[in-house]
């Protein structure tokens, strides 16, 4: 999880040129790696688990609501940011949950049925949360 994004980035500051039939084989292997991710995420999220249910929906209030105020907080009021950059900060906080943490969980035989529901509902949720935060302020 750390060594590929630091070759990545020294390879693209490099000016070396990958092999074609290499540069063809990563980049179809990058096209399949969101869909893949999503469809092992669905898998999990069709088992069914009440406590990881319960859990899911603190952690994706706490990810949609507290998160973002957090960050409005600190950004505004303590460090006085520029407008734009506490709104980026606020916007940045309130995004879903990826699939790096579910994949983390899964790289560490945890379990990831909670997980892929904090996924499932801060996706569905932040629709709702980003829509109102960018109504109530208008000038984004």
Known sequence: MLIAPVAGLLWSSSDLNLYDPIAQVISFLAAAATPCALV???LFLMQ???????QSWGISFAKLIIQPLLAWLIADSVL???????NAAVILSAL????????????????????????LLTTAGSLLTLS?????????
């Open 40 to 42: 092992s995420i669905g």
């Open 48 to 54: 069914k688990d009440k406590l990881a249910s319960k």
């Open 80 to 86: 006085h940011l520029p407008t734009l950059w506490v």
């Open 96 to 119: 879903p949950t990826g699939t790096g943490p579910f994949m983390l969980a899964q790289y560490y035989n945890a379990d990831g049925r909670t997980i892929s529901r904090v996924v």
């Open 132 to 140: 109102l935060f960018l109504w109530w302020n208008k000038g984004i």
